[in-house]
């Protein structure tokens, strides 16, 4: 069946008690036992939920999984992935990535005896240069936070399958519309839910698939020890986001593909980061390991930070915030905002300079769009 159809239906069928079309929120802390011996399939809801589980069955098929877990956040997702790791052992990720993810590796992991190297997140000898005997998992973010850069799934894919490596993508920035890495040979999948998958910026969620038995079962056991679990009623606002993924994430492409070109020949910008451009340094394989290009937006003013204020100053429609994937259209300052909490070295090495910008397309019309950029662009 196809993606939208998968959806609307699978995982989430009426409820057979009441004929309920949607799936009900099951506000309840507990359920009812048969007796001492035997327990129903749920029996508390840190455990499991039947909301819950309906949002990760989806989530799971969507990726094209086995196994879907659902999480508070997308850093709890994160750290729940991670703990297929163990202490002694090392991470290899990219260095473009989401700056709450940085922070788990250095200010989380580190202390607890994982260390992470960082390789250049386009580069996939870089990757294969920072592996060392105890590398146990690799972590990418494609396209990455916030330059777009793409890591290259199906070859790290075959380095790790050879190595005995764990793959984990962190897929928040495609969705599973537009790239499946379960299919291109990546072990893990991890979203932040509060971006596209949920979808109207209204809830904070995470989420991990796998189709593996092995990880499935120790991120489950940590889902239930370390309880970053989220509420029924959170689950079921991503569910409804699920439910128009594709129609939205279509919209957002097409208006952000414009959006780009529109940037690209503007004069006072000086480079555009859009995976859908001809000019993109990779977009070649963004055309193989992915079948649409997405919603973010990230590019360069010449006239550098003065410039970035000048604009956010400006802008109209464009809310400035730090989230990305809602209908509304969000515009940031990568330095100062999301990656504040790096050192302006490690913001350099890693090239997330002053002057960017980063877009979230949303749902307005795109020429309306382009004529806020425009207007808050002059003078
Ligand atoms: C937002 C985000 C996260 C973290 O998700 P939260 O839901 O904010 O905890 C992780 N990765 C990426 C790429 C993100 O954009």
């Known amino acids: 069946m196809h993606f939208e159809t998968l959806a609307i239906h699978d995982g989430q069928a009426p409820d057979p008690q009441t004929g ?12 009812e036992r048969d007796d001492l011996e035997h327990r129903r399939e749920f029996f508390y809801s840190r455990i499991g939920n039947p909301t819950r589980s309906a949002l990760e069955s989806t989530i799971a098929l969507l990726e094209n999984g086995r196994y879907g877990l659902a999480f508070a956040s997308g850093v709890a997702a994160t750290m729940a992935a991670l ?9 290899v990720a990219g260095n473009d990535i989401y700056g ?3 922070r788990i590796f250095e200010q989380l992991l580190r202390p607890w005896g994982v260390t992470t190297s960082y390789a250049a997140s386009e580069s996939t000898e870089s990757y294969a ?4 005997p ?3 998992l690799i972590w990418i973010e494609t396209p990455s936070n916030p330059l777009l850069q793409l890591s290259d799934i199906r070859a790290l894919a075959a380095l790790c399958k050879e190595r005995g490596i764990v793959l984990a993508v962190d ?4 969705s599973p519309y537009f790239q499946r890495p379960l299919d291109l040979g990546a072990n893990i999948v991890v979203h932040s839910t509060t971006k596209y998958l949920g979808g109207h910026s209204d809830v904070i969620g995470g989420a991990v698939v796998t189709s593996n038995p092995g990880l499935h079962t120790t991120i489950k056991n940590y889902q239930g020890a370390a309880g970053a679990i989220p509420a029924p009623w959170d689950c079921w606002l991503i569910l409804r986001g699920l439910k128009t993924l594709k129609i939205r994430m279509k919209e957002h492409e097409a208006s952000a593909l414009q959006i780009a070109k529109f940037l690209q ?3 006072a910008v000086k480079e555009v980061f859009y995976p859908g451009l001809p000019s993109h340094p990779q977009h070649e394989l963004a055309k193989e390991q992915m079948s649409g290009f997405g919603g973010m937006v990230t590019f360069a003013l010449k006239g550098g930070l003065p410039a970035v204020e000048q604009l956010i100053a400006r802008i109209k429609l464009f809310v400035l915030a730090d989230s990305l994937g809602g209908v509304e259209s969000l515009i940031s300052s990568p330095a100062k905002m999301t990656l504040w909490a790096l050192s302006k070295e490690v913001r350099e090495r890693r090239k997330c300079t002053d002057d960017l910008v980063r877009l979230s397309i949303g749902l307005e ?11 808050a662009l002059a003078g």
Request: glycine residues 4%.
């Open 100 to 102: 709450g993810s940085y």
């Open 365 to 375: 019309n795109a020429e309306d769009l382009e004529a806020d950029l425009l207007n």
């Open 83 to 91: 703990h297929v790791v163990n202490p002694g052992e090392h991470i």
């Open 171 to 174: 897929n928040t920035f495609s």
């Open 134 to 136: 105890k590398t146990k």
């Open 265 to 267: 020949q503007h004069p």
């Open 129 to 132: 240069e920072c592996i060392t």
């Open 20 to 31: 309920s079309v949607t799936v009900p929120i099951f506000q309840t802390s507990t359920f």
